[in-house]
Structures are given as C-alpha cells and as structure tokens.
C-alpha cells in the first residue's frame, strides 16, 4: 500500500512560521519517489484552492495570496510547505497531492490526510 503521510500542522501566534512535511511511504518498504506534488488547503465554509506547486524538474508556483511568505521544496520521498509571516486567513486543513512512483504501482496520484493550520491574532 503506498500512501502519503503529512505532519506539521498546529496552532501558531500570527507573523509565526510552520513547516508541513508529506511523506510518501509503502508498506513494502520498496523505494518511493514523489514527482510532481502540490499544496491544497480548504478552510470552513470554503473551497478546496491550490496553495502552492513543484514539478518534477523542480520548477515552483504559488498562488498570489502566499508569495513571498510560502516555499514549496522536495527531498525525496518528502514535499514540504515552510510557511512563514502566517495570518488568520491562512487558518485552514493542509492537503498534499501527489504523483508518487513505486516500481511496483508505477505512478499514482495520492492525496494526504490533511493537517489543520490554526493561526492566533
């Protein structure tokens, strides 16, 4: 079974940082590798949006609302999100996407189990 594990989240003051992590892991044991992965994030009452996004070569995007303050980086098999100058509207779950390769599955696409975000003003 290959799934992702996310961890990190937690209750912050605002202007505070966090650091997601999503970890891709087999029960096998066998060697995982996360390719393309991305950040989601939905907060009450609200839509699931994309917060951030790395390719497989590397290449980086954000959305407006966390540039400058958000860094999406890789080191196999773990996607990270360091989030810093954190505000109440960044309050939300935290879920990873993630085409993960196994050489047994070959790639698949993965959601994580989310992490709740909680900022303090």
């Known amino acids: 079974q290959v799934q992702l594990v996310e961890s990190g989240g937690g209750l912050v003051q605002a202007g505070g940082s966090l650091t997601l992590a999503c970890a891709a892991s087999?029960?096998?044991?066998?060697?995982?590798?996360?390719?393309?992965a991305a950040w989601y994030r939905q907060a009450p009452g609200k839509q699931r949006e994309l917060v951030a996004t790395?390719?497989?070569?590397?290449s980086t995007d954000y959305t407006d609302f966390v540039k400058g303050r958000f860094t999406i980086s890789r080191r196999n098999p773990t996607v990270y999100l360091q989030m810093n100058n954190l505000k109440s509207e960044d309050i939300a779950v935290y879920y990873c996407?993630?085409?993960?390769?196994?050489?047994?599955?070959?790639?698949?696409?993965?959601w994580g189990q989310g992490t709740q975000v909680t900022v303090s003003s």
């Open positions: 996407n993630a085409d993960v390769w196994t050489p047994i599955t070959g790639t698949i696409n993965l």
């Open positions: 087999v029960t096998s044991g066998s060697i995982t590798r996360i390719d393309r």
């Open positions: 790395i390719t497989r070569s590397g």
